[in-house]
């Protein structure tokens, strides 16, 4: 049996369809809550990072905890996917920038253009749709490829086994009004939540479609 470290950096963004799509593969999850819980030693198939509201350049010791992670993965050509701040710390981890973008992207976005013939966005039309919900980027670490980007910001790369992804795949609609409900951001400085929520049902299916077809794309890319 496969098996899968995830670190969850916020209570509310789990894993969400990922991990529904891994349970339903029979894959053994490992959840590590970041905050409360010390990283295991990595004996692992996959490692998973999260997003959270954090940036990748607080001075948290769980978040450098998890950049030595990712440094020992990709050593180790052990597949790791990070997605937000998953992709900010697995980033930083390679040796890139992080710092704040020209504008915060927040809501379902229809922006992501892949920069190359990828195979692991294999059967999503482009510019594809996704859930935005960050402020930070990131340079692309060097020896990585930017595989995906939006006119404001580098959305994807892979350097080895470790692909990060600026833009969520992963929610469903409750992890989406979840983090409407509870969010701490004034959020009207940049899109009516009402709108959001008034867009879910048009384009959440689409977003799961995407997941299903990156997540398929994955595991064949990294044999798992």
Avoid at 28 to 53: C, F, R, W, Y
Avoid at 91 to 105: D, F, H, M, N, R
Avoid at 124 to 135: D, E, K, M, N, R
Wanted: with cysteine; proline share 6%; net charge negative.
């Amino acid at each position: 049996m496969k098996n899968v470290l995830v670190i969850q950096n916020a209570r509310l963004e789990g894993p969400g369809t990922i991990g529904e799509l891994l349970q339903s593969d029979g894959f053994s999850m490992q959840t590590i809550l970041a905050k409360k819980e010390k990283i295991p030693p990595l004996n692992h198939d996959l490692v998973l990072v999260l997003g959270a509201p954090e940036s990748a350049n607080d001075d948290l010791p769980y978040l450098k905890d998890e950049m030595v992670l990712i440094k020992e993965a990709a050593q180790k050509n052990i597949p790791a996917l990070g997605i937000c701040l998953g992709s900010q710390l697995m980033a930083k981890a390679l040796g890139a920038q992080v710092y704040a973008g020209p504008k915060k992207e927040i809501g379902f976005y229809h922006n992501i253009i892949p920069d190359e013939k990828s195979s692991l966005f294999s059967g999503i039309s482009s510019p594809f749709t996704v859930f935005h919900w960050h402020g930070d980027t990131f340079d692309i670490p060097p020896g990585a490829h930017r595989l995906a980007h939006s006119e404001s910001y580098n959305q994807a790369f892979r350097y080895g086994t470790a692909v990060g992804l600026q833009f969520h795949l992963e929610v469903n609609s409750d992890i989406v009004q979840s983090w409407l409900d509870h969010t701490h951001e004034d959020l009207p400085k940049y899109i009516s939540p009402s709108v959001i929520r008034s867009e879910l049902d048009l384009h959440i299916g689409m977003v799961q479609s995407n997941m299903k077809a990156f997540y398929k794309n994955f595991k064949s890319e990294f044999g798992l």
